[in-house]
């Protein structure tokens, strides 16, 4: 295996993301103390907490906020905020669709219980405004990207919205650091943080060596296992591998999608090929057949460097990491595929 040059961000400038995020929230604890008597916040909106009710300014990716100084019923109309809030012991009373599901690879068996029979509001990329009214809430989040036209303001009629964002590496920290903020629970959630980057410097410096000389891929299948593609740094779906430091291969001619963190174009199984300048790949933890059935009759596939090598892995389950105990929890996963990445690198 060969020493390649990383293709991710610097971690410095990673870690100068998540330092500016716990400021932010530190700002919005201190803020808790100047609460103001007047529940019109800066957005307009109604909701459960009527006029008199106290509330609190915190920051969001739009600028400043106000919301309730203790919110009762919180609408999440993204995929990411209810585990945060359940983590930190809050229940939403609305959430997206797919709650309901107990498949492994979409979240951890305790958010499924916890959330399972809550009311949902429509999917993160087609609301139901009328199913989040309903809910009453006082605080609705949201993954702002994803509304459709005229959706926020709509929103912002009905409660206050913190905006949030999950693009680029380490950008789910700060959005999960900002949940926190938002509810007035900055020090648990602070506490998560700082256990969850503990934990990734001990896997960074642990399989140092591997993660420092080879480069990976993460791909997974598109529709009818016809075509595939690979996550870069900064996706969504491989946030507990950038925590540890991998260095990801780049993308080829016609591949990247012009937007930072996209997951690649679809590409035809003819053009397997341009996995070439992987040393590790790693398939979908869901993509088994794909590899094993599709690609083993793939000529182009069964002669690339690090699958005649034998460095070809399974994923994490649930790497859609959504707060700091569920990346702890894939973390501890992490290290078993590292584990399994380094016996094999030494044989």
């Given at each position: 295996m060969t020493t390649r040059r990383p293709s991710a961000l610097p971690p410095?400038?990673?870690?100068?993301?998540?330092?500016a995020a716990l400021a932010l929230s530190a700002v919005a604890v201190l803020g808790a103390s100047s609460c103001s008597a007047s529940g019109e916040g800066a957005q307009g909106g109604g909701g459960s907490a009527g006029k008199g009710a106290a509330t609190r300014t915190?920051?969001?990716?739009?600028?400043?906020?106000?919301?309730?100084?203790?919110?009762?019923?919180?609408?999440?109309?993204?995929?990411?905020?209810?585990?945060t809030l359940v983590d930190l012991g809050v229940k939403p009373v609305?959430?997206?669709?797919?709650?309901?599901?107990?498949?492994?690879?979409?979240?951890p068996k305790r958010y499924h219980d916890a959330l399972k029979d809550t009311a949902t509001i429509g999917t993160y990329y087609e609301l139901n405004i009328e199913a989040v009214a309903q809910q009453n809430p006082d605080l609705i989040f949201a993954e702002t990207r994803f509304l459709r036209k005229g959706e926020l303001k709509?929103?912002?009629?009905?409660?206050?919205?913190?905006?949030?964002?999950?693009?680029?590496?380490?950008?789910?920290?700060?959005?999960?650091?900002?949940?926190?903020?938002?509810?007035?629970?900055?020090?648990?959630?602070e506490k998560q943080a700082a256990v969850f980057e503990k934990r990734a410097d001990e896997l960074k410096k642990k399989y140092a060596d591997v993660l420092e000389k080879n480069r990976i891929a993460v791909f997974a299948y598109g529709q009818d296992h016809s075509t595939w593609g690979t996550y870069p740094a900064g996706h969504f779906y491989v946030p507990v591998w950038d925590a540890v430091g991998a260095t990801f291969?780049?993308?080829?001619?016609?591949?990247?999608?012009?937007?930072?963190?996209?997951?690649?174009?679809?590409?035809?199984?003819?053009?397997?090929?341009?996995?070439d300048n992987a040393d590790i790949l790693?398939?979908?933890?869901?993509?088994?057949?794909?590899?094993?059935?599709?690609?083993?009759?793939?000529?182009?596939?069964?002669?690339?460097?690090?699958?005649?090598?034998?460095?070809?892995?399974?994923?994490?389950?649930?790497?859609?990491?959504?707060?700091?105990?569920?990346?702890?929890?894939?973390?501890?996963?992490?290290?078993?595929?590292?584990?399994?990445?380094?016996?094999?690198?030494?044989?």
């Open positions: 410095s400038r990673s870690r100068r993301r998540l330092l915190v920051t969001d990716i739009a600028g400043k906020v106000e919301v309730p100084a203790e919110p009762k019923r919180i609408v999440s109309v993204d995929f990411y905020s209810p585990a609305g959430v997206v669709e797919g709650f309901d599901s107990d498949d492994p690879d979409l979240r709509r929103l912002q009629g009905i409660a206050p919205v913190v905006q949030l964002d999950a693009a680029g590496v380490g950008a789910w920290k700060e959005r999960t650091l900002m949940i926190g903020a938002a509810i007035g629970k900055s020090a648990e959630i291969r780049p993308f080829t001619e016609g591949e990247h999608k012009g937007v930072e963190g996209s997951v690649s174009e679809w590409l035809s199984l003819e053009q397997i090929g341009k996995l790693l398939y979908a933890y869901r993509a088994g057949d794909f590899v094993d059935k599709t690609l083993a009759k793939n000529t182009v596939w069964k002669n690339l460097p690090a699958v005649k090598n034998g460095m070809v892995f399974r994923n994490i389950p649930a790497s859609v990491v959504s707060s700091f105990e569920w990346g702890t929890e894939s973390l501890d996963a992490l290290d078993g595929v590292l584990a399994e990445i380094s016996e094999k690198a030494k044989a």
